[in-house]
C-alpha cells in the first residue's frame, strides 16, 4: 500500500471519532476520494491514487466481527490489509484498506467455502471466522452469522482472491424491533444512533416504510 501513501497521510490527523458518517464521507470526497460503491450497510469510495478503498458504513456491528477475523489471521492472502480503522461519532466506522474488484471465479471460492475445500490458507479464514461467529452468537444481538456470497470474494490489485464482509446480521428482525419498540435496540445495540442511515433502508424503502421507522426511531429516543 505504499504507493497511495500520499492518500494515506491527509488521513492520519483527521479527528475521526469527532465526527459522523456523514461528515467522514464528505472528508474523504473534499479529499478527492470518489465513490465506488454503495452496499447495503456501507458505502465504498476509491482513493485518488486507485490502490486504496474507503468503506464507510453509520452502523454495523457484524464488521466489528470482520475486522477482529483480520487481525487473527494476519498475513492471510485471503483476507484484505486494512490500512486504517477508525470509530466514527454515533457508531459508525472508516475502514481504508486494498481496492478490491469483482472475481469471475467468485462462485467457485464459494462453493470451496461451503464444501470445505481450498488450500490451508483459506482453511484457516473458514476456522477462525466459525470461532468468531459462535463467540458473536452469544454477546451481539439480531446476530446472523456467516453469510460468504459472490459478492463478498473479489480479486486484489495483485491478483489475490479476497473475501470481505463474511458476517452478517438479521436485518429483517432488527428493523421489525425498531417498529415494534426502538428502545430495546437502543438499549442492547448503544451505538446505534444512525441505524436508520444504512444504504439498504434509503434504497429498498417505500417513503411510508422510511417514515414508519423514523417515527418508531424517534419515539424511543
Not at 40 to 51: E, F, K, M, Q, T
Amino acid at each position: 500500500m505504499t504507493a497511495d501513501h500520499n492518500d494515506l497521510t491527509p488521513l492520519r490527523d483527521r479527528p475521526w471519532a469527532e465526527l459522523s458518517h456523514r461528515q467522514a464521507l464528505a472528508e474523504l470526497v473534499l479529499l478527492g476520494w470518489t465513490p465506488c460503491g454503495v452496499g447495503d450497510w456501507a458505502v465504498g469510495l476509491r482513493s485518488p491514487g486507485g490502490h486504496l478503498a474507503a468503506r464507510v458504513c453509520p452502523f454495523d456491528p457484524a464488521y466489528a466481527a470482520f475486522l477482529e477475523l483480520c487481525r487473527r489471521c494476519p498475513g492471510n492472502p485471503y483476507l484484505p490489509r486494512v490500512a486504517v480503522e477508525a470509530a466514527l461519532d454515533g457508531g459508525g466506522t472508516l475502514v481504508v484498506l486494498e481496492f478490491l474488484a469483482p472475481l469471475d471465479t467468485a462462485a467457485e471460492v464459494v462453493r470451496q467455502w461451503r464444501d470445505g475445500g481450498g488450500d490451508a490458507a483459506l482453511a484457516e479464514v473458514r476456522r477462525t471466522a466459525t470461532e468468531i461467529d459462535a463467540e458473536r452468537r452469544e454477546t451481539v444481538p439480531w446476530w446472523d452469522g456467516v453469510d460468504l456470497n459472490t459478492g463478498n470474494v473479489r480479486r486484489a490489485l495483485d491478483g489475490r482472491v479476497v473475501l470481505i464482509d463474511v458476517f452478517c446480521m438479521d436485518g429483517a428482525a432488527l428493523y421489525g424491533q425498531i417498529l415494534k419498540d426502538a428502545t430495546v435496540v437502543r438499549d442492547q445495540l448503544p451505538h446505534s444512533r444512525y441505524a436508520l442511515d444504512i444504504p439498504y433502508i434509503a434504497r429498498e424503502s417505500t417513503p411510508d416504510e422510511i417514515h414508519a421507522l423514523r417515527a418508531a426511531w424517534t419515539a424511543g429516543a
